[in-house]
């Protein structure tokens, strides 16, 4: 008898799965192999797949229309503080607004298109934490593909129970709140639309928005771009922020320890990360370097439950 094929190998020893009925099940797309002449999806029909889309998305949007935390932008910065957040307190409602289809921010490549990823130490430590292999190359590390990062660190997020991505959703504005007794202006949610809505608002009309209320935003969505720095500049034009510095030239010393020092809450209930902070403090870009991105979600997470605390001791002005 002629020894067994790889294929056939990996077949034979994939786990089978036994249903509650006794009867044993494929486990595995393997299980399929060499059977492709009885191959048939289960029946179904269109509604269905049309009810089990929008059942859940609807029942998101009434679950998340009040949220405790919104995080504007899932990008590297974003998402690193969502992992933490999501981790530490599973208590908490956490709502991901991404204006792309794709999460994942300018982290699916490195710089110049190039693969490999770059983190100065010590970023290392959150790829330790979540589980992704990388060249130590002494005071950097180097991640063999941003991809790798990104969608392992998406993977996670995702998974937690607490934790809801909108993508393809822009937010277009900020709830706000003024403090009658000090006239504090406070942020109390965001805005939001279809992403497709919200770039032709000036060849449609009366394509009003939906809202999510939150104890505190989370922004992080960039630097100057089609919907970079959105909050900071947002904030800024209804008296939230004095004024923009606006993102300085590459100096990637620089640049680093300032995104990650100045990360915290610019304004009352508004906590800005990663390259959206250069844009409220003038600091510098670092380019294709992305442990700032890591370490200021980090921080932004800790940044965000120290406020959501505060405003829970507030209760007269938490809504």
Sequence with gaps: MAPPTQIETLVQESPRVIHLSGSPAPSTCLDQFGDWENFKFAPIRESIVSRAMTKRYFADLDKYAESDIVVVGAGSAGLSAVYVLAKTRPDLKIAVIEANVSPGGGCWLGGQLFSAMVLRKPADAFLNEIGVAYDDEGDYVVVKHAALFMSTLLSKVLNFPNVKLFNATAVEDLITRRDPATGE???????????????????????????????????????????????????????????????????????????????????????????????????????????????????????????????????????
Excluded at 238 to 264: F, H, Q, S, Y
Excluded at 304 to 313: A, C, D, N
Aim: glycine residues 12%; hydrophobic residues 40%.
């Design 185 to 319: 202006l406070r942020v109390a949610g965001v805005v939001t639309n279809w992403t497709l809505v919200t770039m032709h608002h000036d060849d449609h009309s009366c394509m009003d928005p939906n809202t999510i209320n939150a104890s505190v935003v989370l922004s992080s969505s960039g630097h100057d771009g089609p919907f970079g720095a959105f909050s900071a500049k947002r904030a800024h034009a209804i008296g939230g922020l004095p004024k923009l510095g606006g993102m300085r030239g590459l100096d990637m010393n620089t640049a680093e320890d300032a995104i990650v020092k100045g990360t915290r809450e610019v304004c009352p209930g508004l906590v800005i990360a990663g390259m959206e902070i250069a844009e409220v403090d003038g600091s510098n870009r670092m380019g294709p370097t992305f442990g700032a991105m890591a370490l200021s979600g980090v921080k932004a997470a800790e940044e965000v439950l120290r406020v959501y605390e505060e405003r829970k001791k507030q209760n007269e002005y938490h809504g």
